[in-house]
């Protein structure tokens, strides 16, 4: 249901409190006095056992209420909230805090039922409540109120929501909404993220997660959230669980905490590890968000601050900057000879508050360093007039300068300088790092959002056909595990590189004879579909050289199976060239599926040892190349990957390819539920896969319909014929930056202005890519496309709609390149558009039109949309177009 009726429930005009009481340390009590202690609007009592409580009336159920409240908060017995929850829908409230505990199962879906029948929302139930300050509503039993503050904060604990509350209170922290979830039976974390990331008092959102049930849901809510604000997620359950027995090294490895921090980094949000780091990242996330320095400078008075600052620095993985001879030359101008002469910047204990506005000033000049400020109080010049002289330097924008005064009441007017001011400062220079290093890894999250990947396709197109021929006669056979052949063809249909694998009898003979033809050395290996991983058997010898060696090699696996697996059937050997790349690097590739998230890919440093190294990460598909990139440089292999001494880099787009692959087959072949490819094998010149592993199920765990971010629909493409030219109609990609951008530089000023009522020169890099960079479960873009008599593709005309989150309404615009209006393209366009949203269950689809644009109005008129005057703007008319029978 989404953000239907949330107004009603964190922006009420009345509340009612069922189980109001006056017995001391009640939940009831609790409540009753915390609303009306602020809040302004009207205040109910409901309780059949009194007539009234602190001198207001008590009424003695739902239909006695003297008028119908916005909002309810349910303190009474679960078994009366079903009856309840009724009796306020039909009332016409439309939310309810259900701070009751206990309701079992079959009372929970009562309750539930009764509130979707009246689109009655409900928080809980068993939680705390909420709290709005900025409305002065306190719909909850905690023991203090929330001062206002323009930071949301949303919790699964209750316990810790009362935590927090006097927390962040000793600290002057304040809210714009503090919500406890409970058992979120209606009202979750997706509702929530859809209704803060859209409203005006909050400037970043903070999560406590213990679990999520909706992923997609999530997931889209998510980055649409994390697009207008920061959104930094503490997520419990941390600890490593024991994982169930996998066939592929994937499934050992990727536990479900690594797959949660690859769906934070997908959707742009942070994730920090403890509640103290929520604080410190919002802070410096608010004032600190335009700062796109790499590396720090830090400035101090105390060499043993610097250390301490530096160590950090180096625990947390931020760069320090390294002082050039320009930057040596400008701070000998102003230090003394003793400073430091190297990075911590150290301007001694004796220094007066000139020295340090002068070696701020020449830090300032390198443009690419963040500088850290640590001050140790001293006799010599009070740390208030320190502050108080760096301020014109400090609040320069961009921002660039953290400051940490070290010590309590002798620096206490120091700190409140600089954050009146709006300058980040911390308590220690460790905080201030480990929030530099917080910013560092936000941005990278943020900047895979608005990644452009390149036009050109990565690689081959699958055969589809052969790959779902294998998968079929595997399911057929009875059997799960593919065999090494079968995996293999698997993938060269995928269009992965293999490396050629033969099949012979267990037989050492048959297995010579096959080497023989092939060409020496060779790789011979033992088939078995019992035996998964054949290196814990000796099932594999590497660069036999000869006959002899492939017949010996032969007859002592089939041995050793016989005495370790005595239960195994050997089908054969599988017999291929030793691959000997020069300069190698051995990875895995993988992709299992997690129980919450869906299908996941990951990627790492490969080879026998892999659960041992355990160098890897994990990425949510669908995959593009950059975000394929943004995976491979989170390991440590990358390093070795981008070359060192006399290793030449390896080939990175090979590597992006495969990963791009294994994302379109996990799309494309639902029935795949393990796959490994341990080792692909990477140098300058290629990639090759020299061992594969698959599983498949009946039960088709993978496929585009089970991914938490919906992929590319390729189903919605749709081919047409306009002006004898042939154009395709299709959803908008990431990879049609450039495209899109070269078809508005076509547009007319006048057509542009008509359908964003104003006129721009040029579009950034930011805003192409919220336009080609759509998410498919919540907006519908398309583009007519068309094919160029040189080669390549132009855009001709577009159209878009945003569709909310209740899937109520779709707001759109259409636009035809100026050059080709009135061909009937918009048309075309247009009815795309209302068929796609209609077969979506999206309830109408809306629009404002400038009056005088007359074209649109009558295309508006022709595709059956009735136009209505603007109630804000006489300038504008709004139009609508039913797309569903009403029941």
């Given at each position: 249901?989404?953000?239907r009726?949330?107004?009603?429930?964190?922006?009420?005009?009345?509340?009612a409190?069922f189980g109001?009481s006056?017995?001391?340390?009640?939940v009831?009590a609790?409540?009753?006095?915390?609303?009306?202690?602020d809040?302004?609007?009207?205040?109910?009592?409901v309780n059949?056992?009194?007539?009234?409580i602190?001198?207001?009336?008590?009424?003695?159920?739902?239909a006695?209420?003297p008028a119908v409240?916005?909002l309810a908060v349910?303190?009474?017995?679960?078994a009366s909230?079903?009856?309840?929850?009724?009796?306020?829908?039909?009332?016409?409230?439309?939310?309810a805090?259900?701070?009751?505990?206990?309701?079992?199962?079959a009372q929970?879906?009562?309750?539930?039922d009764?509130a979707r029948?009246?689109?009655?929302?409900?928080?809980?139930?068993?939680?705390?409540g909420m709290?709005?300050p900025?409305?002065?509503?306190?719909a909850?039993?905690a023991?203090?109120?929330?001062t206002k503050?323009?930071?949301?904060?949303?919790?699964?604990?209750?316990?810790?929501?009362t935590?927090m509350?006097?927390?962040?209170g000793?600290?002057?922290?304040g809210?714009?909404?503090?919500?406890?979830?409970g058992?979120?039976?209606?009202?979750?974390f997706?509702?929530l993220?859809?209704?803060l990331?859209?409203d005006p008092?909050?400037?970043a959102?903070?999560?406590?997660?213990e679990?999520i049930?909706?992923?997609?849901?999530f997931?889209?809510?998510?980055?649409?959230?994390?697009?207008?604000?920061?959104?930094?997620?503490?997520?419990?359950?941390?600890?490593?669980?024991?994982?169930k027995?996998a066939a592929s090294h994937?499934?050992?490895?990727a536990?479900?905490?690594?797959?949660f921090?690859?769906?934070?980094?997908r959707?742009g949000?942070l994730?920090?590890?403890?509640?103290?780091?929520?604080?410190?990242a919002?802070?410096?996330l608010?004032?600190?968000?335009?700062?796109?320095?790499?590396?720090?400078?830090?400035?101090?008075?105390?060499g043993?601050?610097g250390?301490m600052?530096?160590?950090a620095a180096?625990?947390a993985g931020?760069?320090?900057?390294?002082?050039?001879?320009?930057?040596?030359?400008?701070l000998d101008?102003?230090?003394?000879?003793n400073?430091?002469?190297?990075?911590?910047?150290?301007?001694i204990?004796?220094a007066?508050?000139?020295?340090?506005?002068d070696?701020?000033?020449?830090?300032?000049?390198?443009?690419?360093?963040?500088v850290l400020?640590v001050?140790?109080p001293?006799a010599?010049?009070p740390?208030?007039?320190i502050a108080?002289?760096?301020l014109?330097?400090?609040?320069?924008?961009?921002p660039?300068?953290?400051?940490?005064w070290?010590?309590?009441?002798?620096?206490n007017e120091a700190?409140g300088i600089?954050?009146?001011a709006?300058?980040?400062?911390?308590d220690?220079?460790e905080e201030?790092?480990?929030?530099?290093s917080f910013?560092?890894a936000?941005?990278r999250?943020q900047?895979?959002?608005?990644q452009?990947?390149?036009?050109?396709p990565?690689?081959p197109?699958a055969?589809?056909?052969?790959?779902?021929?294998?998968v079929?006669?595997?399911?057929?056979?009875?059997?799960?595990?593919l065999s090494e052949p079968e995996?293999?063809?698997l993938l060269?249909?995928?269009?992965?590189?293999v490396?050629p694998?033969?099949?012979v009898?267990?037989?050492?003979?048959a297995?010579a004879?096959e080497?023989t033809?092939?060409?020496?050395?060779?790789?011979?290996?033992i088939l078995s579909?019992?035996?998964s991983?054949k290196?814990?058997?000796g099932?594999?010898?590497?660069?036999?050289?000869n006959?002899?060696?492939?017949?010996?090699a032969a007859?002592?696996?089939l041995?050793?199976v016989?005495?370790e697996?005595?239960?195994?059937?050997?089908?054969g050997f599988?017999v291929?060239?030793?691959?000997r790349l020069r300069?190698?690097?051995?990875?895995?590739?993988?992709?299992?599926?997690?129980?919450?998230?869906?299908p996941?890919?990951?990627f790492?440093?490969?080879?026998?040892?892999?659960e041992?190294?355990?160098?890897?990460?994990l990425?949510?598909?669908?995959?593009n190349?950059?975000?394929?990139?943004?995976?491979?440089a989170?390991t440590?292999?990358?390093k070795l990957?981008?070359?060192y001494?006399?290793?030449p880099?390896?080939?990175m787009?090979?590597i992006?390819?495969?990963l791009v692959?294994i994302?379109?087959l996990?799309?494309d072949v639902?029935e795949?539920a393990?796959?490994?490819?341990?080792?692909?094998?990477?140098n300058a010149?290629?990639a090759?896969?020299?061992?594969?592993?698959?599983?498949?199920?009946?039960?088709?765990p993978?496929?585009?319909?089970?991914f938490?971010i919906?992929?590319?629909?390729v189903?919605?493409?749709?081919r047409?014929?306009h002006l004898?030219?042939?154009l395709?109609?299709?959803p908008?990609r990431?990879?049609?930056?450039?495209?899109?951008?070269?078809?508005?530089?076509k547009?007319?000023?006048?057509d542009v202005?008509l359908?964003?009522?104003?006129?721009?020169?040029?579009?950034?890099?930011?805003?192409?890519?919220?336009?080609?960079?759509?998410?498919?479960a919540?907006?519908?873009?398309?583009i007519?496309?068309?094919?160029l008599?040189?080669?390549?593709?132009?855009?001709?005309?577009?159209?878009r709609a945003?569709?909310?989150?209740?899937?109520?309404?779709?707001?759109?615009g259409v636009?035809?390149?100026?050059?080709i209006?009135?061909?009937?393209?918009?048309?075309m366009?247009?009815?795309?558009l209302v068929?796609?949203?209609r077969?979506?269950?999206?309830?109408?689809?809306?629009g404002?039109?400038?009056?005088?644009?007359s074209r649109?109005?009558?295309?508006?008129?022709?595709?059956?949309?009735?136009?209505?005057?603007s109630?804000?703007?006489?300038?504008?008319v709004?139009?609508?177009?039913p797309?569903q029978?009403e029941?």
């Amino acid at each position: 249901m989404s953000i239907r009726n949330l107004d009603a429930l964190f922006a009420p005009q009345s509340v009612a409190v069922f189980g109001a009481s006056e017995r001391p340390g009640s939940v009831g009590a609790t409540v009753w006095r915390n609303l009306r202690r602020d809040f302004t609007g009207q205040v109910f009592g409901v309780n059949h056992k009194h007539h009234e409580i602190d001198g207001v009336p008590v009424y003695a159920s739902a239909a006695d209420l003297p008028a119908v409240p916005d909002l309810a908060v349910i303190c009474t017995p679960a078994a009366s909230v079903p009856g309840l929850i009724e009796a306020l829908g039909r009332l016409g409230t439309r939310a309810a805090v259900v701070v009751t505990a206990g309701l079992d199962k079959a009372q929970k879906q009562r309750m539930l039922d009764a509130a979707r029948r009246h689109t009655l929302r409900i928080l809980g139930p068993n939680c705390i409540g909420m709290l709005v300050p900025h409305w002065g509503l306190n719909a909850s039993f905690a023991h203090i109120g929330a001062t206002k503050g323009d930071i949301a904060f949303v919790s699964q604990s209750g316990a810790l929501v009362t935590a927090m509350l006097d927390w962040a209170g000793s600290r002057g922290i304040g809210f714009s909404h503090f919500v406890s979830l409970g058992e979120h039976a209606d009202v979750d974390f997706g509702d929530l993220l859809d209704y803060l990331g859209s409203d005006p008092r909050t400037r970043a959102i903070l999560l406590y997660i213990e679990s999520i049930e909706s992923p997609r849901k999530f997931m889209s809510a998510a980055r649409a959230a994390a697009r207008n604000k920061p959104v930094i997620v503490v997520k419990a359950g941390r600890s490593a669980q024991g994982q169930k027995a996998a066939a592929s090294h994937t499934g050992a490895l990727a536990g479900s905490d690594d797959v949660f921090d690859a769906a934070i980094s997908r959707a742009g949000m942070l994730r920090v590890f403890t509640l103290q780091h929520l604080f410190l990242a919002a802070e410096l996330l608010a004032r600190f968000r335009d700062n796109r320095s790499e590396r720090l400078l830090i400035l101090t008075n105390g060499g043993g601050a610097g250390v301490m600052a530096a160590d950090a620095a180096a625990h947390a993985g931020v760069e320090l900057t390294e002082l050039d001879e320009a930057m040596l030359a400008r701070l000998d101008a102003v230090l003394p000879d003793n400073w430091s002469r190297g990075n911590p910047v150290d301007i001694i204990g004796d220094a007066p508050a000139q020295r340090y506005v002068d070696a701020l000033a020449a830090l300032r000049e390198d443009r690419h360093s963040a500088v850290l400020f640590v001050q140790a109080p001293t006799a010599i010049v009070p740390s208030s007039d320190i502050a108080r002289a760096l301020l014109p330097l400090a609040t320069l924008k961009p921002p660039r300068l953290m400051g940490s005064w070290l010590g309590h009441d002798a620096v206490n007017e120091a700190r409140g300088i600089f954050r009146q001011a709006g300058v980040p400062d911390y308590d220690t220079p460790e905080e201030a790092v480990r929030a530099f290093s917080f910013l560092q890894a936000y941005r990278r999250h943020q900047d895979e959002l608005l990644q452009t990947p390149s036009a050109a396709p990565l690689g081959p197109v699958a055969d589809l056909a052969a790959i779902r021929a294998i998968v079929g006669d595997v399911l057929a056979s009875g059997r799960e595990l593919l065999s090494e052949p079968e995996a293999k063809a698997l993938l060269h249909a995928a269009g992965l590189p293999v490396v050629p694998t033969r099949v012979v009898a267990p037989n050492a003979d048959a297995a010579a004879r096959e080497a023989t033809a092939l060409g020496f050395p060779v790789v011979i290996k033992i088939l078995s579909h019992q035996i998964s991983h054949k290196s814990d058997v000796g099932g594999v010898r590497l660069s036999l050289a000869n006959a002899d060696e492939v017949r010996e090699a032969a007859r002592a696996m089939l041995a050793r199976v016989a005495a370790e697996r005595p239960g195994a059937v050997v089908e054969g050997f599988t017999v291929q060239p030793m691959v000997r790349l020069r300069q190698a690097t051995e990875l895995i590739v993988g992709a299992s599926v997690d129980p919450l998230f869906g299908p996941v890919i990951l990627f790492g440093q490969g080879g026998t040892a892999v659960e041992v190294v355990a160098d890897r990460a994990l990425a949510l598909p669908p995959l593009n190349g950059p975000l394929a990139q943004a995976l491979i440089a989170r390991t440590r292999v990358a390093k070795l990957l981008r070359g060192y001494r006399d290793q030449p880099p390896a080939d990175m787009a090979a590597i992006e390819r495969v990963l791009v692959a294994i994302s379109q087959l996990l799309a494309d072949v639902p029935e795949i539920a393990e796959l490994d490819i341990n080792p692909l094998v990477v140098n300058a010149d290629g990639a090759v896969a020299l061992d594969a592993r698959v599983r498949v199920s009946a039960s088709r765990p993978a496929g585009a319909a089970h991914f938490a971010i919906r992929p590319y629909p390729v189903e919605q493409e749709e081919r047409i014929s306009h002006l004898g030219r042939e154009l395709l109609l299709r959803p908008i990609r990431p990879e049609d930056e450039l495209q899109h951008r070269a078809f508005l530089e076509k547009l007319a000023p006048e057509d542009v202005r008509l359908r964003v009522f104003y006129s721009r020169r040029s579009i950034e890099h930011s805003e192409l890519a919220r336009l080609t960079q759509i998410d498919y479960a919540r907006e519908v873009a398309f583009i007519a496309e068309g094919e160029l008599p040189e080669g390549g593709h132009e855009t001709l005309g577009t159209v878009r709609a945003g569709i909310d989150p209740d899937n109520d309404s779709a707001e759109f615009g259409v636009i035809v390149r100026s050059d080709i209006k009135g061909g009937g393209l918009g048309h075309m366009l247009m009815d795309k558009l209302v068929r796609t949203l209609r077969a979506n269950g999206t309830r109408r689809i809306v629009g404002t039109v400038l009056k005088e644009n007359s074209r649109m109005r009558a295309l508006a008129q022709a595709l059956g949309f009735a136009e209505s005057p603007s109630e804000d703007d006489p300038g504008l008319v709004h139009i609508e177009l039913p797309l569903q029978t009403e029941p």
